[in-house]
């Protein structure tokens, strides 16, 4: 990544410009080619910088009022056969290993769930405790009760001009 | 929000192009006017149904440092906190969370010593413990809500 694909970042961290021409406009706010720009947006897609260019729903407003952050404490010898397992239902948004933190935090599984009623919500989480089945020790779910703060990721890069 | 709002939304989640005029070929797909994408688009983002329109970045493959942190905060004091927490300009999400770990946050940052030191910060103001929670490993992000 060089100092213009920082640029790039920097220029569309609060999102794509709405006009005609949006990759034009950047170019131009950046100092080159629209084609240059085009080029790099595609290859950072391809090298998984950019995961995809697109619009984020707020999921409340949706309807998905049930989002839940579900934690499982799953034997470590069996976690990533289950998590690509459960990373493939349609329901989960992001699953990953994190750490546990004993005493208190047992988990070292996380899926984040999503759905418009509450016996939706449950029959996921029923899904879930199926497929880990007796690899899982205890779990837990956490609603978000309120949002704090949602402001994306703004990750300040040093671009010199 | 109408029966094309949704579908906007559902068309938009799935990617977008990139090419001379991309919102026209939306549009066109949509069967409708490249003008009326843009003015349904700035209403969804202006009344938050969109929380972003945009390129989503992979943190980690930009060479940032993404943390999922957890703090206990007595009820009484939960709004200060909240408020000394979200103040750095590091946190990127916030959510209040029914369990003992009450406060979850998103850390963003450059390196990995930033992200540390934003921890330090947190637990210096507000003299709580920060539970740290980076990922290991991930093994899916993604997901299209039905609009």
């Known amino acids: 990544m060089d100092n213009i694909d920082k640029q790039i970042i920097s220029a569309t961290q609060a999102g794509l410009p709405l006009v005609s021409q949006p990759y034009q406009r950047l170019a131009k706010q950046i100092g080159i080619t629209a084609n240059d720009l085009m080029q790099r947006l595609t290859s950072m897609q391809e090298n998984g910088i950019i995961r995809r260019i697109g619009a984020v729903p707020n999921h409340y407003k949706l309807g998905y009022k049930h989002n839940g952050m579900t934690v499982w404490d799953i034997d470590d010898t069996q976690i990533d056969r289950l998590g690509e397992l459960i990373g493939q239902l349609d329901f989960v948004s992001h699953c990953y290993h994190r750490p546990r933190h004993l005493p208190d935090w047992p988990y070292n599984f996380f899926a984040m769930i999503h759905s418009k009623t509450e016996a939706g919500a449950q029959s996921q989480i029923q899904q879930i405790a199926e497929l880990l089945g007796e690899h ?6 956490l609603y978000s009760t309120k949002i704090l703060k949602k402001t994306g990721l703004r990750i300040k890069k040093n671009v010199s001009s | 929000m109408d029966k094309i709002d949704r579908a906007i939304i559902n068309a938009l989640q799935e990617g977008f192009p990139v090419c001379d005029l991309p919102y026209l070929q939306v549009a066109k797909q949509l069967h409708i006017t490249e003008s009326n994408l843009l003015q349904r688009l700035q209403k969804l983002l202006d009344n938050g149904i969109l929380s972003r329109f945009g390129p989503l970045f992979h943190a980690e493959q930009m060479g940032g440092a993404l943390s999922l942190a957890a703090v206990k905060a007595p009820e009484e004091q939960f709004d200060s906190i909240a408020e000394k927490i979200n103040a750095l300009p590091e946190v990127a999400h916030n959510y209040a969370r029914n369990h003992e770990l009450n406060m979850w946050f998103v850390l963003a940052t ?24 980076p990922k290991i490993k991930e093994y899916f992000v993604g997901l299209k809500l039905e609009a």
């Open chain 1, 136 to 141: 899982c020790r205890s779990s837990n779910v």
């Open chain 2, 110 to 133: 450059e390196t990995l010593e930033q992200q540390q030191s934003a921890i330090q910060t947190i637990e210096s103001q507000t003299g709580l413990t920060v539970v740290n929670m």
